[in-house]
């Protein structure tokens, strides 16, 4: 598993062992990515800059829908669906939770399983 070295990776790594379709999960606060593990089987799909450039615009979207708040209450998660994998990004208290899971994994359950687990991110 490739992971960075933050104390966080932990957590990034029971969230990574969920599910066998989960292939990165992020720790993401300030816009900048603080911790990662990546499955040892999956290749990135993106290279280093464009992956910089993701977490990015996770960050932006989640700002964008922030804005949203106060009329409509608090933003969970949300969810892009792309022909070869999906993103996830769960809202947390100081930040944010970013997923790329397979195309075919079980998006729902895989959140559902996440909000269950007893952890501060």
């Known amino acids: ?22 292939r990165f999960v992020g ?12 499955r040892d089987n999956s290749e990135p799909l ?9 977490h990015y615009q996770a960050s932006v979207k989640a700002s964008m829908e922030e ?26 208290d100081d930040g944010l939770l970013i997923l790329s899971i397979e195309s075919n994994g079980n998006h729902d359950e895989i959140i559902q399983k996440i909000q269950r687990l007893n952890t501060n991110f």
């Open 1 to 22: 598993m490739k992971a960075s070295t933050d104390s966080r990776s932990d957590e990034c790594q029971r969230v990574i062992d969920l599910d066998e379709s989960i």
């Open 46 to 54: 993106l290279d280093e800059e464009m992956g910089n450039l993701a």
């Open 67 to 92: 804005m949203f708040d106060g009329q409509l209450g608090k933003t969970n998660w949300m969810i892009t669906c792309k022909e070869f994998v999906k993103m996830i990004t769960l809202f947390l």
């Open 27 to 38: 720790r993401i606060k300030n816009s900048q990515v603080l911790a990662f593990v990546r």
